[in-house]
């Protein structure tokens, strides 16, 4: 079985330009779905509800770390949230912010290095919407900044690629 080190992690996005660049101080990111939702069926006469498997729901992403408002990339994914902006899968005509790019190791020498990102083949339509931030702060510690993303459009792909 092959692991990978969590420290070779990395959140990646192309804020402008043609440059992907690291989201820096983020500790953490998930991935949950996609799902399916289920279609009421049920008649007159049923006893016993019955459902049907509808559409897939692309997946809900999660990733934080520590606040740095210094980054441009994080000032791009708060300013996403707060003007209703998408993450595009792609930058054709220059639309930014685009590629998201959850890393699992950014190492290329280690086998199944690689990270997770919506297909750039076959779709512009694509998107990451981020649909919630948090931010903390304590008097003993570093401010904290989390964030909920929706992806619409499509599914999270994985790549081996590092690049």
Known sequence: MAVSAGYNGAIRIKSSGATLTTVGEMGSWSISGPNRNLIEVSAFGDTVARQEIGTLTGQTITFDGYYDGTSTELRTIVRSLSSRTP????????????????????????????????????TTTATIYITGMELGQSKDGLGTISFTAAVSGDDLKWSTSTG
């Open 87 to 122: 993450i595009r899968c792609c930058t054709g005509g220059g639309l930014f912010p685009a590629n998201l790019r959850l890393y699992t190791n950014t190492a290329s020498a280690i086998t199944g290095a690689g990270y997770w990102a919506l297909s750039t083949a076959g």
